[in-house]
């Protein structure tokens, strides 16, 4: 029996996860879409799928068991409460909610309801690179992690469109939230510098330098370049006491030619991945069909929300800005693995 | 609506494609299955599903819509026929046949029938990284290819039950397959050289070295090692007119430790292409839903069977043995891709 | 004719450029050697050689040409002016000497002398992978270069004799001489921050993460570990505008075993730089033999002394600490590459 | 005191030592010199060199203790007798000679001699790749070795002055002495195969197969290339019994752009081998100066040309061809490593 889902928003990753849940994975259905263009929701709406005028109709109808949110941020933390009001598991893209305060009323309503209900679209943590880097990680015999290397290299952004706060409180949030994962700790205190701009992007202040100050003393040191052309270069590279792990190349053809040995860097984040989204739902779909959730948790999303907070004050005052959370709830106890 | 499948054979390979049908892949049911080891069936069938006493009992089955065999090997050719002749598509591992002469009835039978019904599981040609290899090779922009390379390495075979006929008969057919496939091309002849014998394997005689004549005058030549100890480590290469293509490392992460800096070695066949074999059933249950079959066909298991003899005579010869291909019908004509 | 050369200091690193000098390079001849330990320095003195009592004997001997100061810190600035006081060429190991007063004396000396004399012991410019690495950076082609990722893996220090301060103050200057050459720029500020500690090193504070702030705007990211047990490991990665530059691995045997496909890493600096430290004396027999100097000069030593002193303040403060440098002399205009 | 040499043969090779013994190397100078282009000699040879009118007269010259041997090939043999004759070391370019009994004559005189006079020029050996990659096989702890592959690539050859025997005759040689050296063993048959011609060479007979057969039973398997346009690709690979071991990718920067992930591929055999041949004449320039020779042996050089002329053979045979040598002498006894 499969599991019956309504998406919500049918922009570019609406539509890529409403392919992926319709023709790659197994075990769920889509059964109903909303989206403010209902003429595009139209087009693209699988045959049978019930058509809903609004988020809370689609939340609210019989036939969805479980929630897809892809709409824009800003709606996320109503549409959220909504799913959990009516006890529906749910995946919601990042940004979880868009401010603190929003982030702890999600948090709240969640723990109210007694039983995770809400997955956050991280899907780097379904990456099966950054699996076996923690895997190593946590394996221990490197010795405790220090120091942790990331770099979020992309092509390029669109111009005009994505900002200069956009690498803190949009890009940054994967580099934040894989580090939280990969080394089982919080985030203290955040640092930002800004190197030589590159002229690449014109205006745009690029790239950035972040340190995350870790609860336990690491520090993970972030390279965020947004206009670097060559590709979408992700790397990741854990400096412990005894050794180092790191995430390997993709694993593209071997090339000897006029421009050396070589191998292909992936084009873009849908390229590098794709197998993680994948996994991701396959994963949301298993948990939401036990009426609860998996992986990101509320209390991610919360951590995502704080550190793109103190990364920006932190640009402003150049100084270290402290990222302090309120209490674990027991709910949250094993979701950072 | 899902394809309804029935199973022969519930060995170790059977055993993993009732798991990958019924947990990781979509649209496909297995409805019935059948094995000479009626306890087994039983104990391992997955809910719901018929247990037939007979292969034959199942093909003819009407829940069944499309079968796949994994008994052994001298049992296929009838249940080949079998299928066929009630139409049905069906995926058969490996070999296909055990004689040249079973490959040609079988074929004849196909060909009769007027559409492709069978799929041999070659699972190589389904792995990422020999699509992107063949990719390369057929983008053109590095000349044709006049060697390619072929290393099979395997950790370790049981003594005594792999005897010093089976790199020839049963390993090298993955090697000789993608070989045909990544050149688009035909073997004409073979020859088969044995170095200085591994102290690894006994009596057995390993490593081998074979060399495949291709029609447009391409040489594959082939390393087989089954006891090399240290794991499944498959490489291809290509040299082309004007630059090189190779099968990369497979992406474990890079660890630098007292060992060295390096990366992790599949331990066997299963860890280095469980991707390959979900994808291989992905694409045959797309085709065998709509009655027919893609992928490696029937006249690819013809060319195994042949290959395979040709080797075990050029072991016994010291010299290059023909292997003579009837003309190809029409039926097969787009199968090499 | 060969170029007459005296050695002051025979310890570790005086030693081994008394071999290099006697067997591996031609064109020079050490004809002179001063040790406070007498009774060491007769016994390793090549055939020959003249036993100066002093520093100051072997400088002002007549059969000395040019001189090597292989002595301890705090004597290098005495035996530095005395060189430039008879107009001797001299290499001086580093550091060339222990206070920003000191180097200016020197600086001072040299630029009154009217020509370089000096050359300081920075072997790292003198390596072939940096070489090719600065090539690729000034070639342009890749763009402006806008971080500096260097990484400094040392697989074990002394305990007790290696302090807290030593990262900063001996270890940093290879990467920050390093840095100015390559980037082509200079050091305007300094930030120090301290990641979890490594049990490795017991009390050792370590590692260190050190960010330079270059002239340009460009940021040096520094990793500092002197404790990581499995090497002596040397990273080096220029992210520009349009592309990243690295150095390679060292060319090892690709070895694949039961601990992966691998590559041993260097165990210490000299197997490391071995060849750096021969060519870095080629050049400087060149360069003496014409009464002159090349390479790193006064002018790099006297950066190497502000950033450590800077970098301590700035472990000290937590802040950035600012570099500022006299203005250039025309006698150094041309050194920084 | 440096070895005072005399060089046979100004061309592109002997200008190149000339270079390497003047200005590179220690312990050595060049104080005569003779080529059949007497003016060509004046313009090249070092100030105070002898011009000697013919190689008899050079070998003879007082001033002259060893000689380096650059004439063409069929010069060789009168050459080297005469350096025999008269006592004094000399190093030969490769081919030594050009027929099997010319380099008897040659063996035989200086096994008369009593005492190793002759080194040929294998520069091969010298390289500190293949020099680590035999460390680890000699080591043992991969087991035996069971096949070598040997790649030899080049970027191209002159058109018409590079004949299809060439690859055998020409370039095998070095493949065929490293092999004997790697794997301390002697070739004891041959075989040759041509894949698919490249269009790259025209009429010429490019890429080549050779298997060549150790006494031991080990296979090498060797592809040769001169025409493949991207660069100088030199490989070799050894299958041992629990492991494999390759030389690495020579040490070029990483980088990162629209090409990929990428290192360069040496242009040409001078740029790949450039520190080995400095290292053949260190060596040879110590053997010499003790009145004797290392490395590479007449032995080693009778042993070229008889794998060459069996290469031959075997490429009109299409078969097996037997190399059968002379019992060893004593005096070559050590000379394989």
């Known amino acids: 029996m ?30 109903a879409v909303a989206d403010i263009d209902r003429k595009r929701a139209a087009s693209i709406a699988p045959a049978g799928a019930e058509l809903c005028d609004t988020p809370h109709a689609l939340i609210r109808s019989q036939k969805v068991q479980a929630v897809v949110i892809c709409s824009w941020g800003p709606a996320h933390e109503e549409q959220l409460l909504e799913c959990i009001a009516v006890g529906k598991p749910v995946f919601c893209e990042k940004p979880m909610v868009t401010s603190e305060e929003g982030a702890l009323r999600v948090m709240d309503a ?64 994967h580099d934040a939230d894989i580090s939280r994962w990969l080394l089982n700790d919080e985030i203290a205190g955040v640092e930002v510098r800004f190197p030589r701009r590159s002229r690449q992007g014109g205006e745009l202040r690029d790239p950035t330098i972040v340190l995350l100050h870790m609860v336990s003393g690491a520090i993970v040191d972030v390279e965020i370049s947004v206009n670097i052309e060559y590709g979408y270069d992700i790397r990741g590279e854990v400096s412990c006491e005894t050794g180092v792990a790191a995430l390997p190349n993709r694993p593209a053809t071997v090339i000897s030619d006029r421009y050396g040995i070589r191998q292909a860097i992936p084009a873009d984040f849908r390229e590098r991945f794709i197998e993680a989204y994948d996994q991701e739902f396959r994963e949301w779909i298993a948990a939401a069909s036990q009426g609860t959730a998996a992986g990101p948790s509320v209390w991610d999303g919360y951590a995502a929300t704080l550190v793109a907070d103190a990364a920006l004050r932190a640009a402003q005052s150049g100084r270290r800005e402290a990222v302090s959370m309120k209490p674990k709830a027991g709910l949250y106890a094993e979701t950072s693995r």
């Open 2 to 31: 499969s599991l019956q889902v309504g998406i919500i928003g049918l922009g570019m990753i609406g539509q890529d996860h409403l392919r992926r849940l319709t023709h790659t994975l197994s075990d769920v259905s889509v059964v």
């Open 110 to 173: 969640e723990v109210a309801f007694g039983r995770r209900l809400v997955q956050v679209g991280f899907m780097r943590r379904f990456d099966a690179d950054y699996r076996a880097l923690k895997a190593v990680i946590d394996d221990g015999s490197l010795g405790l992690p220090l120091i942790y290397r990331s770099v979020h290299r992309n092509a390029s952004v669109p111009e005009g469109l994505y900002t200069s706060e956009m690498p803190l409180n949009d890009t940054l949030v």
